[in-house]
């Protein structure tokens, strides 16, 4: 197909919302700049609210300003890493904020990660400095011999409490599991002795939107977490793009839903930076299962809520959700995975709100497409259109330059100033990922004649896990460690409430036998929970292609023949 039929034409412009540009001229401002600006503006707003705990975002500036003072003080300058051990809490936003503020790099990380991943990611990044949960604070001091991480600042879940559950937390923090106490060590320090401690004076650092602000780890079919190299300039026209797409909602005026991870890049840009760009409050739920999120809702009184699918499905399966008032919601974003139209349907009936699909990745800072959220089209089933300035065409599977006629399946790429500057210390993979300035997905996808994308399958054979990105690849080098395993391939399987559940494919070594139960006992030491196969099948062998690659498709296949 001809490039001027399939995308120079944009057919997708004609489904642009009235008030949404084709084009935006943007605001020459970097991530720091978000917070200082709603801070002046909007000064006694509240800017998170946590477990009843209000801060407004005078106060919240201040506090970011009192640990940049910190972190500089520690030794942290411009171009250094600082990594983000955190849930959604109120020290994980002022963390980041400080950190970028210093013109420092943030590098987030996942909480249920285990040591040999986060290892992985402290040394890739150069990361200097951890800030973390008292719950994980033991474990990182142990970790860090094998890192160049110096100082380690952790806080608790009990810091920011209103009364009376400030003076109850610490009776009953460490017997329910949500505190924990830290040994002694050298370099150990707690978050609010550093707030008390230090002036809200850092030093002032000039940031250009080419500058990096951070390293956004996200997996590979290698098996190696790869480090999303995202600058200011990428976050902040995304924020900007979002802002442009969302016209209906004004400055100052809306509450954000805080569920999905800050650690994920989606948390991270759709609910936090937007909403402090915005001057927004936001309900922080560190741990989004279907009671949290209900007691967030009818508490908080938010009325953005961008989830993901478990969490609609979860809270529609939740005994609760009859009595539960979620009238305040008007609009909610979903991402990750395909939504059911039953699900759809039923969230927005309960809630009288409307969900609205699209689609980001890592690389991407992340969105990319969306559906229209006004007067223009929303397809059921379909990620949207490409925002503005972004550009995405649909490639042959087989040359993986020539565009695709609409309907027929391609691989996704784009352009736009969103997408990443690459990644961190691997050029070989930065090439085979970005030519001649597309992002190529490794999302495999449909457009039909009115520009509008859907998914069709993953190239990269990623799995969805309970909202997690899994890649295969890290589950089947755990399972070639095990010294009975021969061959192992895991695969992502229909789950009704997780998305997709895992199961591993399993080859003995010669004369050695296991069992079902040993192989789950030991991949539980070495993969975070959501990684963790549920079911092993053992085989004699896996299918293969001629040159010998395992074939993870024709096990798909086989399962799919199942059901």
Excluded at 238 to 252: A, H, M, P, S
Excluded at 413 to 425: A, E, F, R, T, W
Aim: aromatic fraction near 10%; hydrophobic fraction near 40%.
């Amino acid at each position: 197909m001809k490039d001027d039929i399939q995308y120079d034409s944009k057919p997708w412009l004609a489904h642009y919302d009235p008030d949404v540009p084709a084009h935006i001229d943007y605001e020459d401002i970097c991530v720091p700049d978000f917070l200082e600006k709603s801070a002046k503006k909007y000064p006694n707003k509240m800017a998170f609210y946590f477990q009843g705990y209000r801060i407004t975002f005078s106060k919240f500036n201040e506090m970011v300003n009192r640990f940049a003072t910190c972190l500089s003080d520690f030794g942290v300058k411009k171009g250094d890493s600082v990594a983000i051990l955190l849930p959604n809490v109120i020290a994980c936003p002022a963390s980041y904020f400080a950190v970028v503020k210093l013109g420092a790099v943030a590098v987030m990380n996942n909480p249920l990660y285990t040591d040999r991943e986060l290892e992985h990611q402290f040394n890739d990044s150069k990361t200097t400095v951890l800030i973390t949960l008292d719950l994980l604070c033991n474990r990182m001091i142990d970790l860090r011999n094998k890192t160049g991480i110096k100082q380690i600042v952790y806080t608790s879940i009990g810091d920011y409490l209103p009364f009376p559950k400030n003076l109850l937390f610490p009776l009953v923090a460490k017997k329910k599991g949500l505190a924990a106490q830290v040994k002694s060590s050298h370099n150990v320090f707690k978050w609010k002795d550093m707030i008390n401690k230090y002036p809200p004076n850092p030093p002032k650092v000039i940031i250009s939107p080419d500058d990096t602000a951070m390293y956004q780890y996200t997996g590979g079919t290698t098996g190696v977490s790869k480090g999303a190299i995202l600058t200011h300039g990428n976050l902040s026209r995304n924020v900007q793009q979002i802002n442009r797409w969302t016209t209906g909602f004004k400055d100052g005026k809306e509450i954000m839903m805080g569920a999905l991870p800050f650690f994920h890049v989606m948390g991270l840009t759709v609910s936090m930076n937007f909403a402090i760009y915005k001057g927004w409050g936001n309900i922080l739920v560190p741990k989004p299962q279907p009671e949290q999120l209900i007691d967030a809702i009818s508490k908080g009184k938010p009325t953005l809520a961008p989830l993901v699918p478990t969490m609609f499905i979860g809270l529609l399966n939740h005994p609760e959700i009859e009595k539960a008032d979620l009238s305040s919601i008007k609009m909610c974003f979903s991402g990750s995975a395909p939504l059911a139209l039953e699900t759809i349907n039923e969230f927005e009936k309960k809630t009288g709100s409307i969900i609205v699909e699209a689609f980001g990745m890592t690389e991407s800072s992340p969105v990319v497409l969306v559906n229209p959220l006004g007067d223009g089209k929303r397809k059921i089933g379909s990620v949207g259109i490409p925002i503005a300035d972004t550009v995405c065409r649909a490639v042959s599977l087989e040359d993986h330059k020539t565009d695709v006629p609409f309907g027929e399946e391609g691989e996704l790429i784009v352009q736009g100033p969103q997408v990443m500057k690459g990644y961190l210390n691997l050029p070989d993979e930065t090439a085979n990922t970005i030519i001649d300035g597309w992002l190529y997905t490794g999302d495999i996808v449909k457009i039909d004649e009115d520009g509008y994308f859907f998914i069709v399958d993953r190239l990269k054979d990623m799995i969805l896990s309970g909202g997690y990105n899994v890649y295969p690849r890290d589950i089947d080098e755990v399972l070639f460690e095990h010294p009975k395993i021969k061959e192992a391939c895991c695969i992502g399987l229909p789950h009704p409430t997780r998305g997709e559940h895992i199961k591993a494919f399993v080859v003995l070594a010669e004369d050695e036998s296991a069992t079902e139960k040993e192989i789950l006992n030991y991949c539980a030491e070495k993969l975070a929970k959501y990684k963790l196969p549920t079911s092993v099948e053992f085989r004699e062998e896996l299918p293969r292609s001629n040159v010998g690659k395992i074939l993870r498709k024709n096990l798909r296949e086989e399962e799919a023949k199942k059901i």
